[in-house]
């Protein structure tokens, strides 16, 4: 088996945090990016079974290597071996091929904070569930408390302290990640009026994350979302509900955006070329039924644009974070929503009553999707490997209208 790679590493002030940590992301048909973040090694070497082995640079504590070549819906062993340090294992797959209608499942959540006091088994549960990949919506770490990060050096700090958390390395051994960043990796509830004010510490924090969340392709004029095939029956989509927002505090009008008009147009676009049975929208925050307006509910004029544009698309879904407790939601056309979160931070306080809340649990939880060709099953897991929610549902079902 053949095997290619890309590298890059970062460069800048050294962090002063101890220890060392990796990750796996980006899983493709015929690829995947393996990161490393290490206090004091400056390379690492990459063994994979059938593949020649890697040599990768880590320059200022961090570095990443995208491997390519690789045989789809294939599991792979993964070791890592720093020229300091102890080596790690990761089990990871590939997707499979965009035309293997096989069964999938992506496990979602948000909002992870590395404090004792919200310790649970959650992350057990996560591996013990197996998922083929596990999709972050963002709050990954929180960056914006005791003490806040302001540079490069501090939020490297943070981030490399999350990622060397000794009870996170069972579920970052055992799968790959796609991710997005929401608010608490630069400043709570931000927005384009916050990102005006602190344009320094935004371009600190966004670069720090590009560090420790790599993209198959570097990032190109701020633009993080993206949508991606995994399998014959699954295409995601995974949306940057920050970097393009208008002021939460600016009039409900046709010109206050959440998206931007460029990352709107191509979301339309993406979704009506889509030939997937089923569409996964992840939006970092609700479409609705939440506390104040950092979310979709102070942008529904442009909401209710994409919603009706979608219309008559069969297999729609959205996924979303950032309120702190599980969800299933039923909007305008029978748009269906299901909101998972936290991993580990407080739990969040109730939004408001509607008929459109059909469910919340409030406790630490993933959100796990199941998906064949037939169906779409979403399940709620909670601490304990409880399961709080299940509902199957059809490309017809998910037809908005």
Same mark, same amino acid.
């Given at each position: ?25 980006? =899983? +493709? ?31 200022? $504590? ?39 209608? *096989? =069964? ?13 006091? !919200? %310790? ?5 549960? #996560? ?28 939020? *490297? ?15 970052? %051994? ?10 608490? %990796? ?15 510490? /935004? ?8 560090? !420790? ?21 699954? $295409?995601?989509?995974?949306?940057? +509900? ?28 993406? /979704? ?14 609700? &479409? ?16 209710? $644009? #994409? ?30 929503? !299901? ?36 169906? &779409?099953?979403?399940?709620? #897991?909670? =601490?304990?490997?409880? $399961? ?11 037809? =908005?209208?």
């Amino acid at each position: 088996m053949a095997a290619t790679l890309a590298l890059s590493a970062g460069c800048g002030a050294s962090a002063a945090s101890d220890g060392q940590g990796s990750a796996i992301f980006e =899983p +493709c048909h015929d690829s995947f990016i393996v990161a490393v973040w290490s206090r004091t090694a400056r390379a690492a070497t990459i063994e994979i079974a059938g593949a020649p082995t890697i040599r990768m640079r880590i320059i200022d $504590e961090h570095g990443h290597a995208v491997v390519s070549g690789l045989a789809p819906a294939t599991a792979y062993d993964v070791v890592i071996t720093p020229d300091r340090g102890a080596p790690t294992r990761h089990a990871v797959r590939t997707a499979p091929d965009p035309r293997d209608p *096989r =069964p999938v499942r992506i496990a979602v959540s948000a909002d992870l904070d590395p404090q004792p006091a !919200f %310790e649970s088994d959650l992350f057990d549960q #996560i591996v013990a569930a197996d998922p083929d990949v596990f999709v972050t919506l963002g709050d990954l770490p929180y960056t914006d408390d005791g003490p806040v990060a302001t540079t490069v050096a501090a939020y *490297r700090q943070r981030h490399g302290l999350l990622r060397a958390a000794p009870y996170l390395r069972p579920w970052l %051994e055992s799968m790959a990640l796609c991710a997005i960043y929401d608010d608490h %990796e630069f400043a709570n509830d931000w927005d384009a009026a916050k990102a005006a004010a602190q344009p320094d510490r /935004l371009a600190a924090a966004l670069q720090v994350w590009d560090e !420790f969340f790599p993209l198959a392709a570097a990032p190109s004029g701020d633009v993080r979302y993206r949508n991606f095939r995994y399998g014959g029956n699954a $295409e995601c989509f995974v949306l940057d +509900c920050r970097r393009f927002r208008s002021a939460n505090a600016a009039p409900d009008t046709a010109g206050k955006t959440m998206l931007g008009a460029t990352q709107k147009a191509w979301l339309l676009a993406a /979704l009506a070329a889509s030939t997937a049975p089923f569409k996964l929208i992840f939006t970092t925050v609700p &479409l609705d039924f939440g506390l104040g307006v950092d979310h979709w509910a102070g942008f529904t004029t442009e909401r209710d $644009e #994409i919603f009706a544009a979608i219309r008559g698309l069969p297999g729609v879904v959205f996924v979303s974070g950032d309120q702190h407790y599980f969800a299933a939601y039923e909007h305008a056309y029978g748009i269906r929503e !299901f909101q998972v979160g936290p991993l580990r931070r407080g739990i969040g306080a109730t939004g408001p009553d509607a008929p459109g809340v059909r469910f919340r649990h409030f406790d630490y939880n993933f959100g796990v999707l199941d998906v064949t060709p037939d169906a &779409l099953t979403v399940r709620g #897991i909670g =601490p304990g490997g409880v $399961e709080l929610y299940r509902e199957a549902l059809s490309a017809a079902e998910l037809t =908005p209208g």
